[in-house]
């Protein structure tokens, strides 16, 4: 079994290190504590390789109910995405 593992609550988060089973849970509490930290924007940096993360990422954020809008910086392999207050 793998512990948990404790990350900083920024305005990014970096998924390279995550398997991609890891993300849908990861971008849930990641969401929850950055909005609790006052966030209203994040950056998810998913690189830009294939697209596989980044589908990931934008079905995941098109569902969330606490995303009002993202958008891709595909040249940078990240998705910004604004949050309610």
């Not at 994040?42 to 079905?59: L, T």
């Amino acid at each position: 079994m793998t512990e948990p593992v404790e990350l900083p609550i920024e305005d990014s988060i970096d998924l390279h290190t995550f398997q991609p089973r890891e993300i849908p849970d990861l971008l849930e509490e990641y969401i929850y504590q950055a909005r609790l930290k006052g966030y209203r924007e994040i950056r998810i940096i998913h690189g830009r390789g294939i697209g596989v993360q980044r589908e990931m990422v934008h079905s995941f954020l098109n569902k969330h109910p606490q995303v009002i809008a993202f958008r891709d910086a595909a040249d940078h392999g990240s998705t910004t995405a604004v949050l309610m207050k």
